[in-house]
């Protein structure tokens, strides 16, 4: 499983990197995700999830 932004939907708030620092990352005012980034932790995962559903935009999302 992998994290997606939507760069075209991504306002770069930073709203993700204030909750999952070890997931996003902000690159020229959009979030990114960080390819090396262990999802298989829970509590990676979890915060993951958290910033999926307070993104103002709806920009992240999982993908396989």
Same mark, same amino acid.
């Given at each position: 499983?992998?994290? %997606? /932004?939507? $760069?075209?939907? #991504? /306002?770069? #708030?930073?709203? #993700?990197?204030? /909750? &999952?620092?070890?997931?996003?990352? !902000? %690159?020229?005012?959009?979030?990114?995700?960080? $390819?090396? &980034?262990? !999802?298989?932790?829970?509590?990676? !995962? $979890? &915060?993951? %999830?958290?910033? /999926?559903?307070?993104?103002?935009?709806? &920009?992240?999302?999982?993908? %396989?």
């Amino acid at each position: 499983m992998k994290v %997606k /932004i939507n $760069e075209t939907k #991504c /306002i770069g #708030c930073g709203v #993700c990197v204030d /909750i &999952a620092e070890k997931v996003f990352v !902000l %690159k020229d005012g959009i979030s990114e995700p960080i $390819e090396s &980034a262990d !999802l298989n932790s829970s509590e990676v !995962l $979890e &915060a993951v %999830k958290m910033a /999926i559903e307070v993104c103002p935009v709806q &920009a992240i999302s999982f993908v %396989k």
